[in-house]
């Protein structure tokens, strides 16, 4: 399961819920069986921990294209009776059949998640994220699960100059991922409205944190610039660097996940905002964390803009407190610090086996 080539570090950068929170889902996630698509990445990973910390059966489908598998592997031999895997993609009906048989909700979070991968493998992002998207709604379907909770992307809005974002705003996708993300969301739709499944699509507004992988040339841009700056390199920024985003901490979209599963309210496919409700550009990302490095000596070095990414987001979340009683738990400042904190102990980790 887990690479064999891949011997990089992880810390266990677990996050924790606020007691309140955990009050409220674990009445209605305990002993709940569940399928998450996608599991051994980035954010499928900490919403694996949450929901083993909840008390769930859990069954986890990952090609491990984006991830190497290691957290996923110790928790399968840490909790073998409560948490499963299925070596297998989203493209493959047997390995998805075996992935959501029994579930009562699966969390479909598996894609090919970056822009300028997109850009450069078009037919392979929309193959996994438009096809591989129908293909889990219709195990599902198949399966009788109750809820599909989509991972979809807030890139589905494109370059409208209106901010903040809302969810009855016309999309207008700009790159082969948007556009491939957008489609999930009409088959969330279209699946709740043919075949009465309960679907919603959560559009994420550019998520961040422990784990992160830093280390691909389709690396989000936290990452690269906590690597970047507390290797003693100077970040790089495509553009002027005014471009704004909506930086939201990881705990912050899995506790949407979470809301999202134990809904009361029927879910029809709706898309819901998931962000923090703020933006920073790009400058002031890099100051703050170069802050946060003890690096404030290295200036970011400017590129040229690249194809596909958008100026502005920034979400509004009047929909997802009123659906699903969203609202951020981690702000930026904390969550910033707390994700820098786990790069340094990356680092540190792997300094301290270099000079043994």
Same mark, same amino acid.
């Given at each position: 399961m887990t690479n064999p080539r891949d011997r990089r570090y992880h810390t266990p950068g677990v996050l924790k819920l606020p007691n309140d929170s955990v009050a409220r889902l674990r009445p209605k996630l305990q002993g709940r069986a569940v399928c998450v698509t996608g599991g051994a990445g980035f954010i499928g990973g900490h919403l694996v921990d949450a929901l083993l910390s909840l008390g769930c059966r859990i069954r986890v489908i990952d090609d491990l294209s984006n991830a190497d598998g290691r957290h996923i592997a110790e928790l399968v031999d840490m909790e073998p009776e409560r948490v499963q895997f299925v070596h297998g993609s989203i493209l493959d009906d047997r390995a998805l059949d075996d992935a959501v048989r029994g579930a009562h909700t699966v969390f479909h979070l598996a894609a090919v998640s970056s822009v300028p991968r997109s850009i450069a493998e078009p037919e392979r992002s929309y193959a996994v994220n438009a096809l591989g998207t129908l293909r889990v709604a219709e195990a599902a379907r198949r399966a009788g699960v109750g809820?599909?909770?989509?991972?979809?992307?807030?890139?589905?809005?494109?370059?409208?100059?209106?901010?903040?974002? %809302?969810?009855?705003? *016309?999309?207008?996708? *700009?790159?082969?991922?948007?556009?491939?993300?957008?489609?999930?969301?009409? %088959?969330?739709?279209?699946?709740?409205?043919?075949?009465?499944?309960?679907?919603?699509?959560?559009?994420?507004?550019?998520?961040? @944190?422990?784990?992160?992988?830093?280390?691909?040339?389709?690396?989000? %841009?936290?990452? *690269?610039?906590? !690597?970047?700056?507390?290797? @003693? !390199?100077?970040? %790089?920024?495509? @553009?002027? @660097?005014?471009?704004? !985003?909506?930086?939201?901490?990881?705990?912050n979209a899995v506790l949407a996940n979470l809301l999202a599963a134990t809904a009361d309210r029927p879910l029809r496919g709706e898309a819901v905002n998931i962000g923090s409700g703020s933006r920073l550009d790009l400058l002031q990302l890099a100051r703050l964390i170069a802050e946060r490095c003890g690096a404030t000596h290295l200036p970011p070095r400017m590129e040229p803009p690249r194809a596909g990414d958008v100026r502005h987001s920034q979400a509004d979340l009047t929909l997802a407190r009123e659906l699903l009683g969203y609202s951020p738990v981690v702000s930026l400042e904390d969550g910033l610090s707390r994700t820098i904190d786990w790069y340094r102990g990356v680092r540190d980790h792997c300094a301290n086996d270099a000079g043994t």
């Open positions: 809820r599909i909770v989509y991972s979809a992307s807030s890139s589905a809005y494109g370059e409208g100059e209106r901010l903040p974002k %809302v969810e009855s705003d *016309v999309p207008a996708p *700009v790159s082969p991922y948007a556009a491939s993300k957008l489609a999930g969301e009409h %088959v969330m739709l279209a699946w709740a409205k043919s075949y009465d499944l309960s679907t919603v699509s959560l559009r994420y507004f550019n998520i961040f @944190g422990p784990r992160q992988p830093a280390d691909s040339p389709y690396a989000a %841009v936290i990452a *690269v610039f906590a !690597r970047a700056l507390l290797s @003693g !390199r100077a970040p %790089v920024i495509f @553009g002027d @660097g005014l471009q704004s !985003r909506d930086f939201t901490f990881v705990a």
